[in-house]
């Protein structure tokens, strides 16, 4: 007896699904966005910080925004070096906050470049992504947080309408589109 294929029509929501995953390209090309989303919060947390802001400390044992500041430098050295096969860790000492500030956008640069480059990348995409760049966006909460806890907050923001866009890995961003007190 020979077995009929049927067809199964598809439901609207899963081609509607499919369309956005392929809209949406690859892996790596939203890893470069999870990146550009890094640098664009995390200039917003680390612009306007007021004087002695770097020595600021919550608690006793927690960390300043300094040593925060310099671990996201330390994060994206050791993405890049992850992602070309070296994983290499390296611990950086505090900057002064506009050196911090400074080596944080050049180490998302560096490694957005590798990403959007077409070297291979020694490491799976999300292996990065769970690892250093969520780990990123943990801190720059923490130093958002901080800033609130020192008496000097950030305005809040609608991060759904902001223009981030991969391959913005730099400290020029879009001004927020939706702010708010």
Not at 7 to 19: E, I, M, N, P, Y
Not at 72 to 87: I, R, Y
Not at 133 to 157: C, F, K, N, W, Y
Request: glycine content about 10%; hydrophobic content about 40%; aromatic content about 8%.
């Amino acid at each position: 007896m020979a077995t009929k294929k049927r067809k199964v029509k598809k439901s609207k929501a899963k081609k509607t699904g499919a369309k956005r995953a392929a809209a949406s390209g690859t892996s790596r090309e939203m890893l470069r966005h999870a990146v550009a989303t890094v640098a664009y919060r995390g200039g917003k947390a680390l612009r306007g910080a007021p004087d002695g802001f770097a020595e600021f400390r919550a608690g006793e044992s927690s960390r300043t925004p300094g040593q925060i500041l310099s671990h996201l430098g330390d994060l994206f050295d050791w993405a890049l070096s992850m992602s070309k096969g070296d994983g290499r860790w390296r611990s950086s000492d505090p900057l002064p906050w506009d050196e911090g500030t400074e080596r944080f956008f050049l180490t998302l640069e560096a490694f957005d470049g590798h990403l959007a480059s077409k070297a291979a990348l020694a490491c799976p995409v999300e292996r990065l992504l769970q690892g250093p760049v969520a780990d990123a966006l943990t801190h720059v909460g923490q130093i958002a947080m901080l800033r609130r806890l020192a008496g000097t907050p950030m305005r809040s923001e609608n991060y759904f309408q902001a223009e981030i866009v991969a391959g913005r890995a730099g400290a020029k961003q879009t001004a927020p589109k939706s702010e708010f007190d």
